[in-house]
């Protein structure tokens, strides 16, 4: 019995040791309580996973600010600015970022019902989707991606924090944080994997960022680089169209998000995103929304037009940026 304890003591330890300093350095900041997530001007950083921090600052932060309007949406929707919704919502609204990664309508749908569940105020929603977002009906998997366990009433939180804990310990993560937690410096290698290094500023109690360093390097005109304009591939100048995406789960979550949005008498609208690639979305899931939300709630910007035909709109092929969400604003709101 005594030789068992002991094997036992050697097997666990270092097991131990790690959780322990993995639990101390906390590199994804989903162990430990924090009260913002990001440095107001945030240059470099470890990636983290915008959904958690998304739900955590909210949770840090709802009883105070008592948040009444929300931008709901995967990383395109950060363009869309508070201060400029502000301008046709009210200067007396209270708005909030509530986005994620790569989000999904099950994340939506989540945050949507956990807001209402806190019989907090949904006054305002602005949704900014695309087919990307509405194919999806589940939690991604990936620890950028990881759906908030508070979300779920916490029936993820043991594969939730296991998910980080080996993503912590893998060859892509850990030489390269071990190496800029010692040195102090971002490395080439770093990035894309470890650590984002493009910078912004950071809101915390809207929870909002913006691409400050990169909008001045635009108007400087030192942005568009031979480097960075490869990625803006030549487009089909004939209309593409989607596929479907809108089937019987999607149906029901939006059902859901429908009902609790009528409950609180939301003042909805809904962007459907002016992408790159020029891809028009179903004209069946255009007509299933409109059916659902009303036709003056819609608002389709995908495919061929003035926006999606000039590169100088976007940041890459994957993000507008946020002179394009002003014109949708006044599109959606009406002129001011």
């Not at 983290?48 to 929300?70: Q, W």
Request: glycine content about 4%.
């Amino acid at each position: 019995m005594k030789k068992l304890v002991i094997l036992l003591i050697k097997f666990f330890t270092p097991l131990l040791v790690i959780i322990a300093i993995y639990a101390w350095l906390d590199p994804f900041k989903v162990v430990r309580h924090y009260d913002t997530y990001y440095k107001p001007y945030n240059k470099v950083s470890v990636f983290l996973d915008k959904d958690y921090i998304s739900t955590a600052n909210y949770d840090n932060r709802y009883e105070k600010e008592h948040y009444d309007s929300f931008i709901f949406g995967n990383s395109r929707s950060m363009m869309y600015q508070a201060a400029q919704w502000q301008k046709y919502i009210g200067a007396g609204s209270r708005p909030y970022h509530f986005d994620a990664s790569n989000e999904t309508l099950f994340g939506i749908c989540k945050k949507i019902a956990y807001i209402d569940n806190k019989q907090e105020k949904l006054k305002n929603v602005l949704l900014v989707i695309d087919r990307q977002l509405l194919l999806q009906t589940k939690s991604n998997e990936g620890h950028l991606f990881e759906i908030s366990p508070q979300l779920v009433n916490n029936k993820n939180f043991t594969d939730f924090h296991l998910t980080f804990f080996r993503a912590s310990l893998t060859c892509k993560f850990l030489p390269g944080y071990v190496d800029y937690k010692v040195s102090g410096t971002p490395k080439p290698y770093m990035t894309g994997n470890v650590l984002d290094d493009i910078p912004f500023t950071y809101n915390a109690v809207i929870n909002e960022m913006v691409m400050t360093d990169t909008e001045r390097s635009i108007a400087e005109g030192t942005f568009y680089t031979a480097e960075r304009m490869n990625v803006f591939y030549k487009r089909d100048t004939i209309q593409k169209v989607s596929e479907a995406c809108i089937g019987i789960k999607q149906k029901q979550m939006l059902s859901e998000i429908s009902s609790i949005l009528k409950k609180h008498g939301t003042r909805l609208k809904i962007v459907i995103n002016p992408l790159y690639n020029q891809e028009k979305l179903n004209p069946k899931d255009i007509a299933f929304l409109k059916r659902l939300f009303g036709p003056d709630v819609v608002y389709d910007l995908s495919g061929i037009n003035s926006i999606t035909n000039d590169y100088r709109n976007y940041y890459e092929n994957s993000h507008y940026r946020p002179q394009v969400a002003n014109i949708v604003l006044k599109k959606m709101y009406g002129g001011r």
